[in-house]
């Protein structure tokens, strides 16, 4: 059973850092697409950062010099770095999982079958 467990959210300060942590069992990062997602209240769910299985990668314009996807395989897990957090984002976080290349755009959430539980991250001004 594919399985995502997130966490690593919480209160910080503008300018401040968090570092999210998605750990995986029942599938090898590897065979998967791996995917960062946020939903602010409001707002549709958009793509940090993602990497499919056959390399490529997506990472949102207006985040990439802020935020850092990485993966430990040796822990089968996967992480998202975030530093100089703003108010605006302000949102909960999603790890997702979806076997195989990712036909469609990596950002597309509706791509990904596995989802993570969101965790809240809540930035202060």
């Known amino acids: 059973e594919v399985q995502l467990q997130a966490s690593g959210g919480g209160l910080v300060q503008a300018g401040g850092s968090l570092r999210l942590s998605c750990a995986a069992s029942?599938?090898?990062?590897?065979?998967?697409?791996i995917g960062w997602f946020r939903q602010a209240p409001g707002k549709e769910r958009e793509g940090i950062s993602c990497r499919s299985s056959d390399g490529s990668t997506y990472y949102a314009d207006a985040l990439k010099a802020r935020f850092t996807f990485s993966i430990n395989n040796a822990e089968n897990t996967v992480y998202l770095q975030m530093n100089s957090l703003k108010p605006e984002d302000t949102a909960v976080y999603y790890c997702?999982?979806?076997?195989?290349?990712?036909?469609?755009?990596?950002?597309?959430?509706?791509?990904?079958?596995?989802w993570g539980q969101g965790i809240q991250v809540t930035v202060s001004s």
């Open positions: 029942g599938f090898t990062f590897d065979d998967y697409s």
């Open positions: 997702s999982a979806q076997a195989g290349i990712v036909s469609s755009s990596l950002s597309n959430s509706r791509a990904y079958e596995h």
